[in-house]
């Protein structure tokens, strides 16, 4: 039975491959998730697999998200650039431009924006880069929903200009004290132990807190969980937390589907 007074978005990065090239298994995961990112070619992706990832999201009713990203593909723009807020601006609508129009070739709705990697870092604590995101996002589309680290900045900002927002928390991640992501390059940034994962997301979501790298206890909103298809056990874990929100009694949408607060 589900349990009315829980919801949650399952979401992951898609889309992250060139060509014929495919990284992660995209077509496996998709039956397990709500919404998808789809990269845009700036960190990962080209035209065929956008046009691919976007029709396999299409045939699974999966929400479709622009992924946008920092131009750096060596580095899977998972590197800080310095960059201004007009740049980020630029690179936004560049990259929503791109998705929207494979997602209206193919018959299908855009639905949200989350930024990748260092991006996604970067916007969550700096507010002029969180600004000129949310602005790009709203004078595309202000219909998209911000995805962003829950409580971080790029909420904040989408909230200001008037957009609906995800409060995003993350499974396979710890925390640091002030709600921020612990970063890749510290040891136990990542979170190998599926089932501490799925704990830590179920606290997260039935009581909106988690615990950090320093053992204090922070608040936290869960309006969607991301979780990553790039991974070795990827497809386990997406079944795994799939059947453990469902079994939990977690309703399972995506964040369009929400009434409005």
Not at 80 to 106: C, N, T
Not at 177 to 184: A, I, Y
């Amino acid at each position: 039975m589900t349990d009315s007074r829980y919801t949650a978005d399952l979401n992951c990065d898609m889309g992250e491959s060139f060509g014929a090239f495919t990284i992660g298994s995209d077509a496996l995961v998709m039956p397990y998730i709500t919404s998808a990112n789809i990269a845009c070619g700036f960190h990962a992706g080209d035209a065929a697999v956008m046009k691919k990832t976007v029709k396999l999201a299409i045939a699974n009713g999966v929400a479709i998200g622009v992924h946008p990203g920092l131009p750096d593909l060596p580095g899977f723009g998972r590197r800080e650039m310095a960059i201004s807020p007009e740049e980020a601006y630029d690179m936004v609508v560049y990259q929503i431009g791109a998705l929207a129009a494979f997602v209206k070739s193919e018959g299908g709705v855009l639905h949200h924006m989350k930024p990748h990697g260092a991006l996604y870092n970067m916007a969550a604590v700096n507010k002029g880069l969180s600004a000129a995101i949310v602005e790009a996002v709203y004078k595309v589309d202000p219909g998209l929903i911000i995805y962003g680290l829950s409580g971080s900045e790029l909420i904040t900002a989408g909230e200001r200009i008037g957009l609906k927002v995800a409060n995003e928390v993350f499974a396979d991640r710890t925390y640091q004290k002030d709600g921020t992501l612990t970063p890749r390059r510290l040891a136990n940034a990542l979170i190998t132990d599926d089932q501490v994962a799925i704990n830590q997301v179920l606290r997260m979501v039935k009581e909106g807190r988690v615990t950090s790298q320093q053992g204090i206890d922070i608040r936290i909103k869960a309006d969607t969980v991301c979780i990553h298809g790039d991974g070795e056990h990827a497809v386990s874990f997406a079944q795994k937390i799939f059947s453990t929100f469902t079994s939990e009694g977690i309703l399972l949408q995506s964040p369009a589907q929400l009434p409005a607060e």
